[in-house]
């Protein structure tokens, strides 16, 4: 996993890392191997039990996207959005070594909170500009999407 520490201590031969959606923490996991033939049978398996039932209304839906209502699906967002906030400067270094994080996330993060009106546009080396306050932001928050 990108930007975590934990994989030297991996021991191999299926040893691994999950990190569950909209959490922070991994856990340790053990895998097993399954040869392309295995896999080959259970999917012939599965094809056999009959013609598949879809449901059109699904198709239509729009949850799921972490941008819809100006959230995101990164857990340290609203944690880097108050440090933002707190010190007023929108830079991706800065919560690259404020939450020890790789650049594409840290970027990512930022781009997010200017979708979403916190901070300005990039301006090269310069720290971005940072449109709300604090208090703006708990009022935001206490109200909840709009």
């Known amino acids: ?3 975590r520490n934990g994989a030297e201590k991996l021991l191999g031969a299926g040893d691994m890392l999950f990190l569950p959606p909209k959490s922070a923490e991994l856990i340790r996991a053990q895998g097993c191997y399954v040869s392309t033939e295995e896999i080959r049978q ?3 398996f599965v094809k056999e039990q009959g013609e598949p039932v879809f449901d059109e209304e699904l198709s239509h839906w729009k949850g799921g996207e972490g941008d819809e209502e100006g959230g995101s699906d990164d857990p340290l967002y609203d944690q880097a959005v108050r440090f933002t906030l707190e010190t007023q400067r929108g830079s991706a270094s800065l919560l690259q070594r404020q ?4 650049y594409t996330r840290a970027s990512r ?4 909170m200017q979708r979403n009106g916190i901070v300005g546009p990039y301006k090269g080396s310069q ?3 940072v449109l709300v306050t604090l208090e703006e932001w708990d009022k935001r ?6």
């Open 99 to 102: 939450f020890q994080l790789g």
């Open 127 to 129: 720290a971005r500009e």
């Open 42 to 44: 259970v999917v012939d």
């Open 1 to 3: 996993i990108l930007d």
């Open 141 to 146: 928050e206490a109200q909840g999407p709009a």
């Open 109 to 112: 993060l930022i781009d997010q």
